[in-house]
């Protein structure tokens, strides 16, 4: 049935013995290729270490490990294997898997001796922990180095035990900083919970000497101990500061360390930590008029608006450039005020800096203040500035961007070719379509010189845009003669560039390859030597040049480059393989050539996805692959689970779960090996949810995966949704069902800390899963009032699932210091490419909507739900980023310090005379009762609707019994509101208990009112509201209790930002975050 099914809708040919048969050929062509003794040591599995080395790639993956297991090798000449071919990740998970039963010994002289990229070191970490194991507790007497279990999953080291922990000696490894830096963010917070939960914060911060060797764990610590850090006596504050020095940080960490500095280490340390504080740290640093000076604004400069810097907050610019700026009337500014401000002009807006006298811009000003950073806009209005008195015929190069696309084709241009390409190239990265079409013209004479189109491609291949595939062609020795002008120094960053080039150019470069002499094989196949760059005796490499990244996952082709037999270099087109080029490819070299080709696309780490025919085209090669497998292994198939239980680890690792979601659910969820099954959906686990989006894999047949998975995780672990589970199941579990609800509240937040990249945290579901994802954040985080800064970042994208009351109970000072990370940070207004039913890029929360309407498209409910959920969310970062420079602005001081240390919550806002709550009330509840009785409701309104009714019930009645002083216990709805029945009718309660119990019935309403306008779609014109009363009755907090006076003390241990310098008065701050999120959803609305 399965079968039948993928070859309707998959185009999958029949599974039979002619489709094996027609690899014999290309087969036999590679064995008779091979010298004699070493076919007769083949056949008679007699082969010697020698012998290994010498058998091509693909031949040695294919060997079933037997082979291997014959051959004496040192874990040094297995590693040998894999350096000959670093970027081959299969080849690494083959080797891994026969040194699996061998002695950790030979495991650790094999890891020692491997040249792998770094982004391979996780593929390592998955091997070791997965694959290997961890010795525990009395046999680990002898394991690895730290900087191979520094990449283990994080439910392998959330697993360690006390006494495994121990014999292994981490405490003592994790002393080693040299490679901490290479782990990520979240593999910090295991190591740094696993240590704490065995040695203690103590070991960590508690003297001294534990603050050297151990300090750097503070990156993965939570708020709470880091802010234990300021009132500590027994450490000197300046090694504290040095771990800010050494070590990668969260800026939430950082802003909690900044806290516990002296104020001479805040001084020494602005400069190399600003980027990271927060605005209210800036403003009191800069409280000290010392600090403004120019020594520090050129290193803040140097840091933060040179090329390829990081991205600044944008208040933290705005911070420290108010700093450097006397006045703003623009008008009246001269060369001094300019010179003050520096590059820190890129805090001005072009209408600003058009108003500054155009006389201060000439050429000895420009140095000055011209940055990478500036926009187009504002490098146009100080174009136009300095031309307006200037009579140079030579511009600053980076006022090259500026040029109108009419004096770019001025015979009198302010360049000369020859002489300004590379400077003038360099500036069009930010050009209009018109300056585009404009440098086109300019440089098109000459373009396939060696120099010119050397120059082209080492720093902006997209001024070949305009060629046609049919000019690539006939002058493809041209562009590759450019490339080795170059010389071996730019080789790797040609490469990278080269990716840029339109896919259609590539492909047409490698059509070009395969037609010449010497590039193919038996009938029309691939040389793979060809295709690939290796290096065979007669392309040997050149040993006068140094390879200078031998663990690069192009090594191979960078020495292949350097010999004196000239390539096409086709291994560097890769990324524009059409599907005839990859039917093409010799099937034993699938998987490498498949490595080569997902390295080219992923390369520069952006959310990018395979172009759909080719990853259709790589789905077929792979059932190649593996009819050729069958072939070998002298095994029978008659069904694609058959086929597919033919994959092993290294298959998969390779093939990757984009790959493989071509199949589809139903197909992967029946594989007949039920280990193979679990890899399998493992891989799918973790790849990038926006892949899910853009795969063609439906919907359900997600829900089909994750629940296979999630049933045989479950069986794993003897019944328990733990850790491990959740790790596994990954990237599926939010499609999963209500079982991921029995994990513990620590799991989960360990989950998503410690094992959810950021990436991973923007996934699209519908209503029902989002329910479920919300219950887990809940379960794993607690209530949102509670929450700091820190969950908030960790929470990140998947702040899209939350409900609107949950968002609005975020503190506000909790919110303002996540907003700028959260911006940073989110996926969903990223532009995806490939997005089924769109020839142009989509933003990610609409492809999220058109998948969601499956054949419907973005027009269902699920769809205009989705958008309702990512727009408010943005309004939720909009509102935090308005705090934030509401801060900087307001008085441009530091906020002032709450009263004994304490924290005051805020002040209801009056309520405006003229609102009948009750009748509103009505009216909603009226409107929702028409709906349902004439069946307008959707199921996701009613889901929707029940939500807010028992949540609002069940606040009701946890608040009325805190009025009263009364523990609720287990009691159910019906015997709360009997209790607060008998309190009344009995007179029991005070005056103040009355008035506020009788608020807190109008909060009822209110929250109803707030939570079931959104449900039903009503606007204030529905209701019969003007704007104002809308927008009160929004902006309106509900269940917050006021004790006398109208305001109530909050415990310092609940609210999670105590520093005194990271607060603000909630007062002013919540009535304009209400305030703006109610305008903003007014606007949203219309």
């Not at 000290?288 to 090329?307: F, G, I, Y």
């Not at 008008?331 to 072009?350: E, H, M, N, R, Y």
């Not at 209500?738 to 799991?747: I, K, M, W």
């Not at 349902?932 to 946890?958: C, N, P, S």
Request: proline residues 4%; negative net charge; aromatic residues 8%.
């Amino acid at each position: 049935m399965i079968t039948d099914h993928l070859r309707t809708w998959r185009g999958f040919d029949e599974i039979d013995v002619t489709v094996v048969l027609s690899f014999v050929n290309l087969l036999l062509d590679s064995f008779s290729s091979l010298p004699e003794d070493l076919q007769s040591s083949l056949f008679e599995a007699t082969l010697n270490a020698d012998d290994l080395q010498k058998l091509p790639l693909g031949w040695q993956y294919l060997l079933p490990h037997q082979f291997f297991e014959e051959v004496d090798l040192s874990g040094a000449d297995y590693a040998s294997l894999v350096n000959s071919s670093p970027g081959n990740s299969a080849l690494l998970f083959k080797i891994a898997m026969v040194l699996r039963d061998e002695s950790i010994v030979k495991k650790q002289d094999f890891v020692n001796a491997l040249n792998i990229p770094d982004h391979f070191r996780e593929e390592l970490g998955y091997i070791v922990g997965y694959r290997w194991g961890i010795e525990e507790e009395a046999d680990a007497t002898e394991d690895f180095k730290m900087e191979t279990l520094l990449h283990l999953p994080s439910d392998v080291i959330m697993g360690i035990n006390e006494a495994t922990f121990v014999s292994l000696d981490l405490a003592e490894k994790l002393t080693n900083i040299t490679h901490w830096y290479l782990a990520s963010p979240e593999t910090n917070v295991a190591w740094y919970t696993v240590f704490e939960k065995y040695n203690g914060w103590e070991e960590i911060a508690g003297t001294p000497r534990h603050v050297l060797i151990h300090g750097h764990l503070m990156s993965g610590a939570p708020m709470d101990k880091l802010r234990e850090l300021k009132d500590q006596e027994t450490v000197e504050t300046n090694l504290i500061a040095a771990v800010l020095e050494r070590t990668n940080m969260n800026s939430i960490r950082v802003q909690e360390v900044w806290e516990a500095l002296s104020s001479d280490d805040k001084k020494n340390g602005f400069v190399s930590q600003a980027l990271k504080l927060d605005v209210s740290q800036i403003l009191d640093h800069y409280k000290d008029a010392s600090n403004v000076n120019n020594e520090q604004k050129t290193l803040l400069e140097d840091s933060w608006l040179a090329l390829n810097a990081d991205v600044s907050p944008w208040v933290n610019m705005l911070a420290v450039g108010f700093n450097y700026m006397q006045q703003e009337e623009y008008v009246s500014w001269t060369q001094t005020q300019l010179q003050d401000l520096g590059k820190f002009v890129a805090i001005l807006s072009p209408s600003e800096l058009c108003l500054i006298p155009s006389d201060n811009f000439d050429s000895s000003i420009l140095s000055t203040i011209l940055s990478p950073v500036l926009s187009l806009s504002q490098l146009t209005c100080i174009y136009t500035q300095f031309m307006e008195q200037s009579s140079e015929n030579t511009l600053h190069p980076v006022l090259l961007s500026a040029l109108p696309s009419a004096e770019i084709l001025n015979p009198n241009a302010p360049f000369i070719w020859s002489k300004d390409k590379t400077d003038l190239l360099a500036a069009s990265a930010i050009f209009t379509p018109a300056q585009m079409q404009a440098l086109h013209v300019v440089s098109t004479p000459g373009q396939w010189s060696p120099s010119n189109m050397s120059s082209i491609l080492s720093i902006h291949p997209h001024c070949l845009a305009d060629v046609t595939p049919h000019d690539l062609r006939l002058n493809l020795d041209h562009l590759v003669q450019a490339i080795y002008t170059t010389g071996p120094d730019k080789f790797h960053t040609i490469a990278s560039k080269i990716q840029s080039l339109p896919r259609h150019l590539l492909m047409a470069w490698l059509e070009e390859t395969h037609g010449r002499p010497g590039s193919k094989k038996v009938d029309e196949f691939w040389s793979s030597d060809v295709l690939l760059d290796r290096i065979t005796p007669t392309t040997l490499p050149d040993n006068a040049v140094t390879n200078p990244f031998i663990n690069h996952p192009l090594a191979a082709q960078f020495d292949r480059f350097t010999s004196a037999n000239k390539s096409l270099l086709p291994s560097l087109a890769l990324a524009g393989m059409s599907c005839h080029c990859i039917d093409l490819v010799e099937t034993p070299d699938t998987l490498q050539v498949l490595a080569l080709f997902r390295y080219h696309l992923e390369r520069d780490g952006s959310i990018s996805a395979m172009p759909s025919s080719s990853r259709k085209c790589w789905a077929k090669k792979v059932r190649q692959f593996l009819h050729l497998k069958s072939l070998m292994f002298n095994v029978t198939v008659t069904s694609e689970p058959d086929l597919l239980s033919l994959l092993s680890t290294s298959d998969i690792k390779a093939i990757g779960g984009e790959i493989l979601l071509t199949w589809g659910g139903p197909a992967l969820a029946s594989i007949t090996h039920p280990e193979v099954m679990h890899e399998v959906l493992m891989a799918v686990s973790h790849t990038h949810p926006h892949l899910y989006v853009r795969n063609g894999v439906t919907y359900e047949c997600m829900k089909v995966m994750a629940n296979a998975m999630l049933d045989f995780m479950i069986k794993e672990e003897g019944g328990k949704v733990n850790l491990r589970v959740l790790t596994h199941v990954h990237n599926l579990v939010p499609y999963s069902d209500n079982r991921v609800l029995e994990a513990s509240g620590e799991d989960i937040k360990l989950f998503i800390s410690s094992v959810l990249r950021p990436v991973c945290k923007a996934v699209c579901l519908k209503s029902k899963e989002r329910e479920l994802v919300r219950k887990m954040i809940l379960k794993g985080y607690g209530s949102p009032d509670t929450w700091t800064s820190l969950d908030l970042t960790e929470l990140g994208d998947l702040l899209m699932v939350l409900a609107r009351s949950d968002l609005a109970a975020v503190k506000p000072t909790a919110l303002r210091r996540a907003a700028a990370q959260l911006s940073a940070t989110t996926l969903w207004t990223t532009l995806l490419s490939d997005v089924r039913s769109n020839t142009r890029p989509v933003l990610y929360h609409e492809a999220c909507g058109a998948w969601l309407g499956g054949k419907e498209g973005g027009r269902t409910e699920d769809a205009i739900q989705i958008y309702n959920q990512w727009n408010m969310m943005g309004q939720f970062i909009v509102v935090g980023s308005f705090l934030q420079v509401e801060v900087l602005m307001n008085e441009n001081v530091v906020p002032k310090p709450r009263m004994n240390g304490g924290f005051y919550r805020r002040k209801r806002q009056a309520e405006v005379d003229g609102i009948d709550y009750k009748n509103i009330y009505s009216l909603v509840m009226n409107d929702m009762k028409t709906k349902f009785d004439a069946k307008e409701l959707t199921d996701d309104q009613k889901t929707e609707a029940t939500r807010v009714i028992t949540e609002t019930q069940k606040m009701l009645g946890d608040t009325s019994f805190d009025v009263l002083g009364l523990e609720r216990g287990d009691k159910s709805q019906s015997e709360v509101l009997a209790v607060l029945a008998e309190y009344k009718d009995a007179g029991n309660m005070t005056e103040e208990q009355n008035t506020q119990v009788q608020k807190l019935a109008v909060d009822t309403q209110v929250r109803m009112i707030q939570e079931l306008v959104t449900v039903l779609g009503l606007t204030a014109t529905d209701l019969g509201l003007s704007s104002d009363q809308w927008d009160t009755i929004m902006a309106r907090q509900t269940f917050v209790l006021q004790p006398q006076e109208d305001v109530a003390p909050v415990d310092p241990s609940v609210d999670g930002e105590t520093t005194e310098l990271l607060t603000t008065t909630e007062e002013s701050l919540v009535i304009k975050e209400k305030k703006l999120l109610s305008r903003l959803q007014r606007l949203s609305q219309r």
